[in-house]
Protein backbone atom coordinates (compact mmCIF):
# COMPACT_ATOMS: atom_id res chain seq x y z
CA UNK A 1 0.00 0.00 0.00
CA UNK A 2 1.41 3.53 -0.78
CA UNK A 3 1.69 6.14 1.38
CA UNK A 4 -0.91 8.22 0.23
CA UNK A 5 -3.48 5.21 -0.14
CA UNK A 6 -2.32 4.26 3.30
CA UNK A 7 -2.75 7.88 5.28
CA UNK A 8 -6.22 7.63 3.27
CA UNK A 9 -7.28 4.34 5.18
CA UNK A 10 -5.61 5.57 8.39
CA UNK A 11 -7.51 8.48 8.52
CA UNK A 12 -10.67 6.96 7.35
CA UNK A 13 -10.27 4.03 10.24
CA UNK A 14 -9.25 6.59 13.21
CA UNK A 15 -11.63 9.82 12.48
CA UNK A 16 -12.62 9.92 15.36
CA UNK A 17 -9.35 10.65 16.94
CA UNK A 18 -7.76 11.88 13.19
CA UNK A 19 -7.39 15.72 14.59
CA UNK A 20 -5.74 14.37 17.55
CA UNK A 21 -3.48 12.61 15.63
CA UNK A 22 -2.44 16.31 13.22
CA UNK A 23 -2.03 18.05 16.47
CA UNK A 24 1.49 18.40 16.36
CA UNK A 25 1.08 19.31 20.35
CA UNK A 26 0.50 15.92 20.71
CA UNK A 27 2.37 13.45 21.07
CA UNK A 28 0.73 10.45 22.27
CA UNK A 29 -2.86 9.61 22.02
CA UNK A 30 -4.10 6.68 24.65
CA UNK A 31 -7.80 4.96 24.24
CA UNK A 32 -8.69 3.39 27.29
CA UNK A 33 -11.90 2.35 26.00
CA UNK A 34 -14.37 3.36 23.20
CA UNK A 35 -15.42 5.87 25.16
CA UNK A 36 -12.10 7.20 27.50
CA UNK A 37 -9.07 8.57 25.67
CA UNK A 38 -6.44 10.75 26.55
CA UNK A 39 -3.46 12.48 25.23
CA UNK A 40 0.09 13.63 25.67
CA UNK A 41 0.68 17.58 25.41
CA UNK A 42 4.10 18.77 26.50
CA UNK A 43 4.90 16.16 28.68
CA UNK A 44 1.58 16.00 30.44
CA UNK A 45 -1.24 13.97 30.53
CA UNK A 46 -4.94 15.14 29.75
CA UNK A 47 -8.19 13.45 28.87
CA UNK A 48 -9.86 14.81 25.68
CA UNK A 49 -13.84 14.90 24.94
CA UNK A 50 -13.39 12.90 21.86
CA UNK A 51 -14.58 8.96 21.59
CA UNK A 52 -15.29 5.78 18.95
CA UNK A 53 -19.48 4.97 18.39
CA UNK A 54 -18.30 1.87 20.31
CA UNK A 55 -16.48 -1.32 21.36
CA UNK A 56 -17.16 -2.82 17.66
CA UNK A 57 -16.63 -0.07 16.07
CA UNK A 58 -13.11 0.59 17.93
CA UNK A 59 -12.86 -3.23 17.52
CA UNK A 60 -13.25 -2.77 13.80
CA UNK A 61 -10.61 -0.05 14.05
CA UNK A 62 -7.72 -2.44 15.25
CA UNK A 63 -8.85 -5.08 12.67
CA UNK A 64 -8.16 -2.97 10.20
CA UNK A 65 -5.32 -1.62 11.19
CA UNK A 66 -3.54 -4.59 11.56
CA UNK A 67 -4.84 -6.00 8.28
CA UNK A 68 -3.15 -3.16 6.67
CA UNK A 69 0.18 -3.62 8.02
CA UNK A 70 -0.54 -7.59 6.92
CA UNK A 71 -0.63 -9.01 10.83
CA UNK A 72 -3.56 -10.62 12.89
CA UNK A 73 -5.07 -9.49 15.83
CA UNK A 74 -8.09 -11.91 17.48
CA UNK A 75 -8.35 -14.76 20.04
CA UNK A 76 -5.16 -16.56 19.54
CA UNK A 77 -3.18 -13.37 19.52
CA UNK A 78 -4.61 -10.45 21.40
CA UNK A 79 -1.74 -8.31 20.98
CA UNK A 80 -0.67 -5.86 18.28
CA UNK A 81 2.59 -3.96 17.97
CA UNK A 82 3.32 -2.12 14.71
CA UNK A 83 4.95 0.73 13.30
CA UNK A 84 3.00 2.26 10.29
CA UNK A 85 4.27 3.85 7.18
CA UNK A 86 3.53 6.96 8.27
CA UNK A 87 6.09 6.29 11.50
CA UNK A 88 3.38 6.28 13.97
CA UNK A 89 4.29 3.38 16.46
CA UNK A 90 0.74 1.77 17.70
CA UNK A 91 0.21 -1.20 20.68
CA UNK A 92 -3.06 -2.93 20.63
CA UNK A 93 -4.73 -5.34 23.78
CA UNK A 94 -8.15 -6.38 23.03
CA UNK A 95 -10.47 -8.27 25.56
CA UNK A 96 -10.61 -10.55 27.40
CA UNK A 97 -6.67 -9.14 28.47
CA UNK A 98 -8.17 -5.57 28.43
CA UNK A 99 -10.84 -5.59 30.79
CA UNK A 100 -12.10 -2.10 30.31
CA UNK A 101 -12.76 -3.11 26.16
CA UNK A 102 -10.05 -2.43 23.11
CA UNK A 103 -6.89 -0.55 24.57
CA UNK A 104 -4.60 1.51 22.15
CA UNK A 105 -2.03 3.97 22.33
CA UNK A 106 -0.61 5.30 18.88
CA UNK A 107 2.92 7.10 19.79
CA UNK A 108 3.91 9.90 17.26
CA UNK A 109 7.78 10.39 16.63
CA UNK A 110 8.66 14.11 15.86
CA UNK A 111 10.29 15.12 12.34
CA UNK A 112 11.72 17.69 13.93
CA UNK A 113 15.50 17.36 14.26
CA UNK A 114 16.25 18.41 17.75
CA UNK A 115 19.59 19.70 19.03
CA UNK A 116 21.86 20.35 21.77
CA UNK A 117 21.09 23.91 21.67
CA UNK A 118 17.30 23.46 22.00
CA UNK A 119 17.92 20.96 24.79
CA UNK A 120 20.00 24.16 26.71
CA UNK A 121 16.76 26.19 25.61
CA UNK A 122 14.58 24.34 27.19
CA UNK A 123 16.29 23.47 30.28
CA UNK A 124 16.97 20.23 29.66
CA UNK A 125 20.58 20.93 30.47
CA UNK A 126 23.02 23.15 30.67
CA UNK A 127 26.13 24.30 28.12
CA UNK A 128 28.82 22.77 29.91
CA UNK A 129 26.90 19.27 30.10
CA UNK A 130 26.12 19.58 26.56
CA UNK A 131 30.09 20.27 25.97
CA UNK A 132 30.92 17.78 27.96
CA UNK A 133 29.08 15.01 26.03
CA UNK A 134 30.33 16.40 22.89
CA UNK A 135 33.78 15.34 24.15
CA UNK A 136 32.84 12.26 25.25
CA UNK A 137 31.28 11.42 22.33
CA UNK A 138 34.65 12.88 20.39
CA UNK A 139 36.78 10.84 22.68
CA UNK A 140 34.76 7.57 21.78
CA UNK A 141 33.19 6.81 25.55
CA UNK A 142 30.43 4.09 25.05
CA UNK A 143 27.02 5.91 26.49
CA UNK A 144 23.96 4.39 27.94
CA UNK A 145 21.20 6.60 27.80
CA UNK A 146 19.06 5.62 30.57
CA UNK A 147 15.20 6.60 32.15
CA UNK A 148 11.92 5.88 32.14
CA UNK A 149 9.50 5.54 29.36
CA UNK A 150 8.75 8.79 27.85
CA UNK A 151 11.85 10.62 29.36
CA UNK A 152 13.45 11.98 26.10
CA UNK A 153 16.02 8.73 25.57
CA UNK A 154 15.62 8.80 22.15
CA UNK A 155 15.63 12.36 21.51
CA UNK A 156 18.63 12.61 23.05
CA UNK A 157 20.22 9.75 21.42
CA UNK A 158 19.79 11.45 18.63
CA UNK A 159 21.02 14.38 19.23
CA UNK A 160 24.25 12.63 20.58
CA UNK A 161 24.63 10.69 17.30
CA UNK A 162 24.82 13.54 15.15
CA UNK A 163 27.59 15.11 17.28
CA UNK A 164 29.91 11.86 15.92
CA UNK A 165 32.78 13.46 14.15
CA UNK A 166 33.10 12.77 10.07
CA UNK A 167 34.75 9.84 8.68
CA UNK A 168 33.43 6.69 10.82
CA UNK A 169 31.27 3.78 9.64
CA UNK A 170 28.17 3.97 12.13
CA UNK A 171 25.61 0.57 12.28
CA UNK A 172 21.98 1.81 14.13
CA UNK A 173 20.24 -1.44 15.12
CA UNK A 174 16.39 -0.76 16.46
CA UNK A 175 12.81 -2.62 16.76
CA UNK A 176 11.32 0.43 15.01
CA UNK A 177 13.26 3.54 13.08
CA UNK A 178 12.77 6.09 15.51
CA UNK A 179 16.11 7.45 15.90
CA UNK A 180 16.44 10.73 13.91
CA UNK A 181 20.28 10.19 12.41
CA UNK A 182 21.79 12.49 9.48
CA UNK A 183 25.47 11.00 8.58
CA UNK A 184 27.27 10.26 5.73
CA UNK A 185 28.56 6.98 6.48
CA UNK A 186 25.34 5.13 8.47
CA UNK A 187 23.56 1.95 7.87
CA UNK A 188 20.43 0.90 9.16
CA UNK A 189 18.92 -1.99 10.37
CA UNK A 190 15.27 -2.80 11.51
CA UNK A 191 13.93 -6.13 13.39
CA UNK A 192 11.68 -8.57 11.69
CA UNK A 193 8.59 -9.98 13.39
CA UNK A 194 7.66 -13.37 12.85
CA UNK A 195 4.89 -13.34 10.16
CA UNK A 196 3.45 -17.56 9.76
CA UNK A 197 1.02 -16.65 7.29
CA UNK A 198 3.74 -15.27 4.97
CA UNK A 199 6.26 -17.54 5.88
CA UNK A 200 8.28 -14.86 7.59
CA UNK A 201 10.56 -15.80 10.34
CA UNK A 202 11.86 -13.28 13.25
CA UNK A 203 14.43 -11.27 13.02
CA UNK A 204 16.21 -10.15 16.01
CA UNK A 205 18.49 -7.03 17.69
CA UNK A 206 20.61 -9.82 18.93
CA UNK A 207 21.32 -11.46 15.29
CA UNK A 208 21.72 -8.21 13.68
CA UNK A 209 24.06 -7.01 16.09
CA UNK A 210 25.67 -10.52 14.99
CA UNK A 211 25.65 -9.22 11.86
CA UNK A 212 26.25 -5.87 12.69
CA UNK A 213 29.97 -7.17 13.64
CA UNK A 214 30.60 -8.41 10.25
CA UNK A 215 30.01 -5.30 8.79
CA UNK A 216 33.45 -3.38 9.49
CA UNK A 217 31.48 -0.69 12.13
CA UNK A 218 33.30 1.79 13.90
CA UNK A 219 30.25 2.29 16.30
CA UNK A 220 27.20 0.31 16.70
CA UNK A 221 24.15 2.18 18.13
CA UNK A 222 20.97 0.09 19.45
CA UNK A 223 18.06 1.98 19.80
CA UNK A 224 16.53 0.50 22.73
CA UNK A 225 18.98 -2.40 24.42
CA UNK A 226 15.77 -4.81 25.70
CA UNK A 227 17.42 -8.48 25.41
CA UNK A 228 20.28 -10.51 25.02
CA UNK A 229 21.55 -8.30 22.47
CA UNK A 230 23.10 -6.79 25.50
CA UNK A 231 25.81 -9.09 25.74
CA UNK A 232 26.94 -8.39 22.23
CA UNK A 233 27.10 -4.87 22.61
CA UNK A 234 29.17 -5.32 26.00
CA UNK A 235 31.45 -7.69 23.91
CA UNK A 236 31.49 -4.78 20.92
CA UNK A 237 32.65 -2.51 23.64
CA UNK A 238 35.42 -4.30 24.82
CA UNK A 239 37.16 -5.69 21.46
CA UNK A 240 37.87 -2.11 19.91
CA UNK A 241 34.31 -0.66 19.00
CA UNK A 242 35.02 2.99 20.52
CA UNK A 243 31.93 5.08 21.02
CA UNK A 244 29.41 2.62 20.93
CA UNK A 245 25.79 3.89 22.06
CA UNK A 246 21.98 2.72 23.15
CA UNK A 247 19.40 3.03 25.96
CA UNK A 248 17.46 1.01 28.32
CA UNK A 249 15.10 1.52 30.91
CA UNK A 250 15.86 2.13 34.23
CA UNK A 251 15.32 4.89 36.62
CA UNK A 252 19.19 5.05 38.17
CA UNK A 253 22.70 5.22 36.61
CA UNK A 254 23.32 2.08 38.46
CA UNK A 255 20.13 0.73 37.97
CA UNK A 256 21.06 0.96 34.32
CA UNK A 257 24.15 -1.17 34.93
CA UNK A 258 22.17 -4.15 36.93
CA UNK A 259 19.70 -4.02 34.35
CA UNK A 260 22.64 -4.49 32.06
CA UNK A 261 23.71 -7.58 33.31
CA UNK A 262 20.16 -9.13 33.51
CA UNK A 263 19.62 -8.71 29.87
CA UNK A 264 23.06 -9.79 29.57
CA UNK A 265 22.49 -13.38 30.76
CA UNK A 266 19.92 -13.57 28.97
CA UNK A 267 22.44 -14.51 26.03
CA UNK A 268 23.53 -18.24 25.62
CA UNK A 269 26.73 -17.36 27.34
CA UNK A 270 29.09 -19.92 29.48
CA UNK A 271 30.13 -16.28 30.96
CA UNK A 272 30.36 -16.42 34.87
CA UNK A 273 28.29 -13.67 36.61
CA UNK A 274 31.79 -12.76 37.84
CA UNK A 275 32.99 -12.38 34.54
CA UNK A 276 29.75 -10.96 32.89
CA UNK A 277 30.14 -7.95 35.72
CA UNK A 278 34.00 -7.38 34.55
CA UNK A 279 33.02 -7.39 31.44
CA UNK A 280 30.22 -4.70 31.58
CA UNK A 281 31.76 -2.91 34.07
CA UNK A 282 34.72 -2.36 31.62
CA UNK A 283 32.59 -1.79 28.65
CA UNK A 284 30.98 1.35 29.98
CA UNK A 285 32.36 4.71 30.39
CA UNK A 286 28.88 7.26 30.86
CA UNK A 287 25.57 6.78 32.09
CA UNK A 288 23.27 9.82 31.22
CA UNK A 289 19.74 9.35 32.77
CA UNK A 290 16.95 11.05 32.00
CA UNK A 291 13.73 11.83 33.24
CA UNK A 292 10.22 13.85 33.20
CA UNK A 293 9.53 16.16 35.74
CA UNK A 294 6.37 17.31 37.47
CA UNK A 295 6.00 20.09 35.16
CA UNK A 296 6.00 17.91 32.13
CA UNK A 297 9.81 18.61 31.22
CA UNK A 298 12.14 16.14 30.24
CA UNK A 299 16.01 16.74 31.85
CA UNK A 300 19.20 15.13 32.14
CA UNK A 301 18.95 14.00 35.84
CA UNK A 302 23.21 13.17 35.87
CA UNK A 303 25.77 12.23 33.67
CA UNK A 304 27.46 9.84 35.70
CA UNK A 305 30.67 7.21 34.77
CA UNK A 306 31.76 3.66 35.34
CA UNK A 307 34.62 3.38 37.05
CA UNK A 308 34.36 -0.29 36.89
CA UNK A 309 33.40 -2.29 39.75
CA UNK A 310 34.49 -2.78 43.91
CA UNK A 311 35.33 -5.82 45.91
CA UNK A 312 31.96 -6.98 46.34
CA UNK A 313 31.23 -7.22 42.56
CA UNK A 314 29.56 -3.79 42.83
CA UNK A 315 29.50 -1.57 40.08
CA UNK A 316 31.32 1.77 40.73
CA UNK A 317 29.10 4.74 39.60
CA UNK A 318 29.76 8.48 39.82
CA UNK A 319 27.69 11.14 39.09
CA UNK A 320 29.76 14.31 37.45
CA UNK A 321 26.63 15.82 37.09
CA UNK A 322 23.35 15.56 39.09
CA UNK A 323 20.08 17.82 39.26
CA UNK A 324 19.05 17.65 43.26
CA UNK A 325 16.24 19.81 43.27
CA UNK A 326 13.45 21.50 41.19
CA UNK A 327 12.11 25.24 42.47
CA UNK A 328 8.85 26.04 41.70
CA UNK A 329 8.58 29.66 40.07
CA UNK A 330 5.61 32.82 40.69
CA UNK A 331 4.22 31.58 37.22
CA UNK A 332 3.75 27.53 38.62
CA UNK A 333 6.52 26.20 36.71
CA UNK A 334 9.63 24.87 37.79
CA UNK A 335 13.50 25.98 37.36
CA UNK A 336 16.42 23.55 38.15
CA UNK A 337 19.51 22.15 36.16
CA UNK A 338 21.95 19.05 36.54
CA UNK A 339 25.25 20.92 37.85
CA UNK A 340 28.61 19.75 38.51
CA UNK A 341 29.07 17.09 42.07
CA UNK A 342 33.36 17.34 42.33
CA UNK A 343 33.51 14.53 40.56
CA UNK A 344 36.52 14.98 38.03
CA UNK A 345 36.06 12.16 34.98
CA UNK A 346 38.90 9.19 35.39
CA UNK A 347 39.78 10.15 31.69
CA UNK A 348 40.94 14.09 32.17
CA UNK A 349 43.88 13.36 31.24
CA UNK A 350 42.69 12.33 28.02
CA UNK A 351 40.48 15.92 27.20
CA UNK A 352 43.80 17.60 28.50
CA UNK A 353 46.19 15.58 25.98
CA UNK A 354 43.62 16.09 23.08
CA UNK A 355 43.69 19.94 24.12
CA UNK A 356 40.07 19.44 24.54
CA UNK A 357 38.67 23.42 25.97
CA UNK A 358 36.89 22.05 28.89
CA UNK A 359 39.23 22.49 32.03
CA UNK A 360 39.39 20.44 35.48
CA UNK A 361 37.84 23.55 36.96
CA UNK A 362 34.16 23.50 35.38
CA UNK A 363 33.94 19.85 37.23
CA UNK A 364 34.07 21.79 40.53
CA UNK A 365 30.33 21.56 43.12
CA UNK A 366 29.49 24.85 42.62
CA UNK A 367 29.03 26.66 46.60
CA UNK A 368 25.58 27.11 47.07
CA UNK A 369 24.09 30.87 46.91
Not at 146 to 157: A, M, P, R, Y
Request: charged share 25%; aromatic share 6%.
Amino acid sequence: MDGSVFESAIKNFLSPIWDLLKDESVTEVMVNSFNEIWVERAGKIEKVSHKFQDEDSLRAVANNIAQSVGRQIGDENPRLDARLPNGYRIHVVIPPCARKGTTMAIRKFSKTQFTFQDFIRYGSMSVEMAQFIDICVKLGKNIIVSGGTGSGKTTLLSMICNRIPKGQRLIVIEDSSELQIEYEHIVFFETRMANPDEGLSAVTIEELVKSSLRLRPDRIIIGEVRGSEALDLVQAMNTGHKGCFGTLHANTPKAAMVRLQALAQGADSQLSEKALIQQISSAVDIVIQTSRYQDGVRRIASISEVLGKDERDQYIVKDIYHLDRLIRQEDGGFSGIATATGHVPSFMAEIEDHKLPFSRQKFLKKKAS
